[in-house]
């Protein structure tokens, strides 16, 4: 059994989530689906992969926020409030998300 290493020794985002299960989302996933995933199971990032399952990039509640909330020049809303706003509709994982994490 792989013992968790103290966060103080780690190095990457690889390191970070290595043993633990992460929230999948796939590019094309409709981004009002990913927020309801990530309230759903109370977690605030999760990996987004392409058709073959290779990591490109993560997704965060935080990059969320800051990607929608410029157009509604509300700063402090959160992922309850975005989904709300009509104007996320159309957008998908794709739109928002950190490419080239560093794992």
Do not use: W
């Amino acid at each position: 059994m792989k013992t968790q290493r103290p966060y103080s020794n780690l190095e990457t985002l690889g390191d970070v989530i290595e043993d633990r299960p992460v929230l999948t989302f796939h590019a094309e996933d409709a981004l009002l689906d990913v927020m309801r995933r990530m309230k759903d199971t109370d977690q605030n990032a999760g990996a987004v992969v392409d058709k073959e399952g290779r990591l490109i990039g993560m997704i965060t509640d935080s990059n969320i926020v800051h990607r929608v909330a410029p157009p509604l020049k509300r700063r402090s809303a959160s992922l309850d409030d975005l989904c709300r706003f009509k104007s996320i509709e159309n957008l998908i994982a794709l739109d928002v998300i950190i490419s080239e994490p560093d794992m």
